[in-house]
């Protein structure tokens, strides 16, 4: 039995690749689990409550239960796009979880592991995580994300952390269930540094879950972390002992390493305290950065999943993240090394595969492939592919994605380089028919194989190979071709042509090539430009129109604008207010759709894809830009 789950994403934010790649990665090994014969489930969904979405409904003003609706509804549905295989969707603001938080909190209450005191400290609100001065950096700012972060005093309930401190170092020694296993040193000197009891209720806002009653303290909201962590448990229905309980504990929960600490150390006192068993592995990936800075929607340099899968395919874009960095590593998001990717090894080395096979199948012996004498003439290639096959799936079980695939690629080689070293023609020319054919049978029982084992990465093309050479990629199948080592016949079926190659000027080349058609201007044509920063105050799509938005902005002395901009395709109204953008503001008026325009908002283009110029960090309305 496996459960697997990834973190539940803060509904503050829109999906974006770094939460795309945990799914991804999460989703993959799901299937992986499936294709085994394992009963498996697999979890995601969203982190509802905390101060950081209370404060993100209020400036879009919604309440924050709406607004959580409608953001987690935007990560079901890419998802659900993206094919992710998901079994449960779980939600903090489900009753069933609500009941459950309350009921493990008790227990620890009643355990004797909870106190009440006050908490005095600093707390970062994007981080939802507290922190002592000398933990600090440039005296006021969070160590984890480098925002800002906010002075707390307020009474608070605690939690005895400090009491399992050598119980967790000798769980790690004992079980080894940190992934990879580098990143288990830098949670041991953590906690090696000492552990602080953990401040576990807020008073100063009201966006969470209550105290059960039995505590009797109506003024207190439980810490968004505990709730979240929970989460794991309640949407098991363990508390009534449902059928899904029998799947905890988890295989692995799949986190970024920015939330490492939290599942190693909090999660695992939490689940000490109320006697539940320890998950079995933990696994932190790396960070997915774009020109070396990690994304972040204030940076304004987030990439964005839906529209990478449309422009490039959704299996690429999944082979590129699996492939491009080791799991628990940082990786640079560009587009043109995953444009290289798919063009060489999906489209050279296994689409091509495929379309050779049935080309000389076709030829050779109308679609039927024989293995006949594939043994007396290629064992030692079914050899080598077999190491690599064993390879390959040691690397999958430790979750070394990329190792993985590419011991599954060093596979499909050895078929390509048959065919090159062999020359199935001229063997045909010269009389050697059968070794030909064998030579076929030989590079479709390598192809079917590792379209086995790559299937859980790349479902969609695996399940077209696979109908092409027209056998079946179940668990029965995976014993008898990977464990058994048995040969298949086959009767290849039309299939289409898998990976075409991308033809796309390089997003470096696009860029000169604009530069060079736009005309030279003096400095005095570009001072009579006057462009200011400017707060969204409200937003609106304009009846009849699909591309105008209509904005209400405040620049300097609270001076309110009407601006019309043609951006509607690339945003949703309701994402931009309170948000900052730069506008031309000493621009004639106009009357655009019968409404009037006072000035242009700024905006890059790139491609198929816009997005608002605003400030790096917030500066006072009206600010001058030059
Ligand atoms: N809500 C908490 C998790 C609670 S789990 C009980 C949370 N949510 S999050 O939406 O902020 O982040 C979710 C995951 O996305 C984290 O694992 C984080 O590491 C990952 N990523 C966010 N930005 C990322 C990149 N730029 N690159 C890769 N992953 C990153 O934390």
Redesign the pocket.
Known sequence: MRYI??????V??VP????A??TIIADTLARFYRLQGHETKFLTG??EHGQKIEEAAKTRNFSPKEYADKVSLEFKKLWDEFEISYDIYARTTDKRHIDFVKAMFLKMWQKGDIYKDEYEGHYCVS??SFFTQSQLVKEVCCPDCGKQTRILKEESYFFKLSKYQDKILQWYEEKDPILPKNKKNELINFIKGGLKDLSITRTSFDWGIKLPKEIKDDKHIIY??LD??F??ISSLDFQNKGENAKFWPAHVH??????LR??AIY?VAFLMSVDLPLPKFIA??????KDGE???KSKGNVVKPKEMADTYGLEPLRYFLLKEVPFGN?GDFSEAMLINRVNTELGNEFGNLLSRIIGMSLKYSSGSIKKDRLLEFFSAELEEVKLHLKEGLKFLENLQFNRYLEELFKALSVANLAITKYEPWNLVKNGEKEKANALVALCANILARVNLLLSPALPKSCKRVAEALNYALSPQNYQSLIFNDELLDFEVRAYEALFPRIEKKSVQEEKIAQKEQSPKIKIDDFAKIEIKVAKVLDCQNIKGSEKLLKFELELDNKEKRQVLSGIAKYYEPSELIGKQVCVISNLKKAKIFGHESDGMILSAKSGDKLVLITPEQLVENGSLVG
Do not use: Q, R
């Open positions: 789950t990834t973190p539940i994403y803060y503050n934010d974006h690749l770094g939460h790649y945990t969203t982190d981080c939802e968004v972390w979240a962590l989460i794991y799949l986190v970024g390493k920015d939330i939290f599942h999660w932190a990936h790396g960070w997915w950065t990690k994304m972040s940082d």
